[in-house]
């Protein structure tokens, strides 16, 4: 099944609110990262948070990463209408060179000005 | 820099007929990764190259699919007889030798449509 699954599937928010965005997964990992997805476009890397770490911060993201609940989540701070898009977290497995990274469903998340 | 490129952005074939995807990295990196978003989802890896080598190809369907990296060139994911199912977004990414793992620079995608 799916490594990484997301939740919500779909968030709606105002302007200015916060949005929150959880992702759980289930092996062993790595790193963790998230990336955003604009309409129709490609995935933009916003944040990676190692395994050996709890909390990153980039200017209005914060990553929290829970390993003994296989969990992670991703704050949007005072939200703007640029940020919506959707949101996928990924894992990179903690062993072996593969390359690979397990990408969840994603969440959809609108902010309305 | 001009990021990573892929062309083209937009592909349909008939059905039967073949799929040819071009990825050009980052400057400066040799890795590159093909993945695919089929709609509502997200994406899903197909494979791993370095120059002239396949390191992964776990995620690449048994038939009808292969994956290069050449010494000069671009990256080519290649679809023979293509079939509906097929249709899907198709996304490359790349990385420096060192960053396996990592972060990732994708690629705005191709989009395949089979008709």
């Known amino acids: 099944s799916q490594q990484g699954e997301e939740d919500p599937q779909a968030l709606s928010i105002q302007e200015g609110e916060n949005a929150t965005m959880n992702c759980s997964y289930k092996?062993?990992?790595?790193?963790l990262q998230w990336y955003r997805q604009n309409s129709g476009r490609g995935l933009v890397h916003l944040i990676l948070i190692r395994s050996n770490e709890r909390e990153k911060h980039s200017g209005r993201l914060r990553v929290t990463l829970d390993t003994s609940k296989k969990s992670s989540s991703l704050l949007i701070t005072a939200s703007r209408a640029a940020d919506t898009a959707s949101y996928f977290c990924?894992?990179?497995?903690?062993?072996?060179?593969?390359?690979?990274?397990?990408f969840g469903q994603g969440t959809t998340l609108q902010v309305k000005p | 820099n001009a990021g990573v490129m892929q062309n083209p952005r937009h592909l349909v074939r008939r059905r039967g007929q073949e799929a040819r995807l071009r990825c050009s990295p980052m400057k400066g990196h040799s890795h590159v990764y093909w993945y695919r978003q089929l709609p509502e989802e997200g994406l899903k890896f197909m494979v791993y190259l370095q120059k002239e080598n396949i390191i992964d190809e776990s995620g690449m369907p048994k038939e009808r699919f292969s994956a290069e990296f050449p010494k000069e060139g671009p990256s080519i994911l290649r679809i023979q007889q293509v079939v509906r199912g097929d249709s899907a977004a198709y996304f490359c990414?790349?990385?420096?030798?060192?960053?396996?793992?990592?972060?990732?620079?994708f690629g705005s995608g191709t989009r395949l449509t089979v008709v």
């Open positions: 092996t062993s990992i790595n790193n």
């Open positions: 990924a894992t990179a497995e903690f062993s072996g060179n593969t390359g690979k990274l397990i």
């Open positions: 990414a790349s990385s420096p030798a060192g960053q396996v793992g990592g972060g990732y620079t």
